[in-house]
């Protein structure tokens, strides 16, 4: 049997619950150690550091609520336009050719950050899942987070406001 090391999932593995929120460490911490692709007035856009595929991005509110219902109008507007100025970087950087957006509420739902709600873009290509995840529990990916990271956030950082 051949073995695949994934180390970086370990830290998600043995993390304790009661450790800070991904989302507000982000807020109060720095761009790049926190894989931090755009800031807003009320939302931040980050790296999953566990993608499902390269360039996946998890864009939350600046304040810490669970459910989507329970943000003010402008928090939804300007999540909604950090949103599309993510999808437009991924495009004009990675060019898939589709995605998968959405949110988990609840842990039956599949949030592994139940308290704080957060919107999941993941950019899609024809034939991008394959045999590793169901044989070894690993995804291939063919790009490392740091590059992602850089190729992101400049592309980001050079668009201009979609108002």
């Known amino acids: 049997m051949k073995v695949l090391w994934a180390p970086w999932r370990m830290s ?3 993390r304790g619950s ?3 929120c991904i989302f507000c460490k982000a807020v109060k911490g720095g761009d790049e150690e926190n894989y931090v692709v755009m800031r807003s007035e009320h939302s ?3 790296l999953n550091i566990f993608p499902y595929n390269t360039a996946h991005v998890m864009i939350a509110p600046v304040r810490h609520v669970a459910r989507l219902e329970q943000l ?3 928090e939804v507007l300007d999540l909604f336009e950090v949103l599309s100025r993510v999808i437009k970087a991924i495009d004009q950087e990675y060019s898939p050719q589709g995605y998968n957006i959405g949110v988990n509420v609840g842990r039956v739902a599949g949030a592994g950050v139940e308290s704080h709600v957060h919107v999941h873009v993941v950019p899609r290509w024809l034939g991008d899942t394959n045999f590793m995840p169901v044989i070894a529990g690993t995804k291939v990916m063919p790009e490392d987070l740091r590059s992602t990271y850089a ?7 050079s668009q201009d406001s979609i108002r």
């Open 12 to 14: 998600y593995i043995v």
């Open 18 to 20: 009661s450790e800070e």
């Open 44 to 46: 931040i856009a980050m």
């Open 72 to 74: 003010t109008r402008e």
């Open 151 to 157: 190729r992101l956030r400049n592309r980001v950082v």
